[in-house]
């Protein structure tokens, strides 16, 4: 693989001053998926976050030999504000990196480019993608990919993928979780981010994130969108012929009234994605097949999940999981 | 979406080193349905297509009042060569101002750059989206719609589109082609380079290109890529979803031996593109029917031509013509 995004670790993870948990969801997820990869949490006055790792300062955190600092926060207003920019460049000055998928750019920023340039660091939008992908070629790729295709946006297709990471490494499989948006390029250090590349290279840049490998090998491709998504669909599609999945994972959450963002749009049924999905996968890898159901069943209890799941698994014939409450264990067992 | 409008008529037609006549369909097109706006073409040694217009130097072009060259040859990825600038440059120092749908940007060419200024030209990178496009809301419009879509990239969807135009303006419909690639913009004056579009804006581009409109009004929406190309198929997917069409068209050229720029994938048969699309389409409007086949016939004698449409209006049950041999009259009675 080349040069992809190339964050180096491990990572200071700014809290900032999230206004709430919910906030520095980014920098949870970071610390839920690689801990390893942490030294510690830096919160300023009023931070209501709190993602249970140490505080530290800049000081210490470099001395214990951070890298980076990840901006794990949403900024309030779609501002960097004077009291951010103070800490952020006193961490350049230190010797750390900063990262950050803010919508707004840290390289839009003067103070920061200055301070950066000063000495010596960088700064990584991991928004903006870092180099010119290629046009996809279709070919076929040695080792093997999964894909996560969701009914809808934001329905765990990142968890999914991660979990069914952690657990093929578990059980000492080969396997590589391959970020396509902010989050999991942080999380990871590396990856695409697809919604921002141009039209024309998606399918490739997908292609190129998942490059030939060891034939046991299996990619993890972070889903995004939906084939079902009026305003994100095109994205989903470059992720199915781009990534060649020989395996497809459905994810759905099923107390949702609407597609996101889409008011006039219900949820398309399990059995939509599944049909619709294989037809497109199959064009290009006449192999492919869905092997599992990951749900969030965060809005219901765990009686309810069970019930649904389980009915869920008579009606698909597949296994129906919930990836945070059970694991992912019978997905990989088809694998 | 006026963008383009000033770009000064005549043209001259780049054909450059063009590999075969397919990839001067830039050039081909903007012949065929604006010929009163070409003064000739420039063709350079090892130039393997011909539009059939009169070559011309790049000073009789301008003694007999071109006032801009159209690179008309498109490559793949849009590479922008030595010996090409050197042609682009004494058209400028001729001239001429210069206008090119490629992806590789006539404005980061620094001698080309140098050379408009110099002279006092303009150079119009027409794949430069003009404005911001929005996300795509999925919501129903007013008006009515026509996408062509396509068996693979090049089969004619743009012909097909401005075929119908004609037509339907011939009838006293009423109707707009709405341009979606570099050729269609150069012809029309306007409209979306969606190859060029950030991923998450793409079917919002659509929805901008074609807003509500009066009732019985027709867009005819240019196609681009396919469902079924490893490549380009996101591009096709937003305009599916964005285009929420009424009609489609599905275009096709049957003689060709795999799709193109994929030497490892068949065309997928018409029956292929009506089911996808249809299933797709009828996501965001229920009511779309497909209502014509159009053929790229260009490589078959007219018998043959009249029997394969023959055959394949009985095999589809749906109106199969040449658009550029016989016209579409026979779709446009389906609309």
Redesign the interface.
Known sequence: MKVLQMIKKPYLLFLGDAPDPLSAKVAQGIRDWRPEDCIGQFRMEGCKADIKLQDVTIDDAVKAGAKTLVIGVANRGGLISKEWTSVLCKALAAGLDIASGLHNQLSDEPELVAAAKAHGRDLHDVRIPPVQY???????RTGKRLLAVGTDCSVGKMYASLALDKEMKARGMNSTFRATGQTGILITGEGVP???????F???AVEYLTPDNDPEHWDLIEGQGS??H?????????L???GQPDALVICHEPTRPHMR??P??KL?SIQDVRE?GL??AR??NPECRVVGVCVNTSAMTEDEAQTYLAGLATETGLPCVDPFRHGVGPIVDML
Not at 134 to 140: L, R, T
Not at 230 to 238: F, H, R
């Open positions: 290629p046009i996809a070629n279709g070919k076929k697809l919604d921002a590349v141009v039209a024309d998606m399918a490739g084939l079902f009026a305003s994100y669909s095109g994205v989903t599609m470059a199915v012929h781009g963002g889409l006039d749009y398309p619709v037809r497109l064009w290009v």
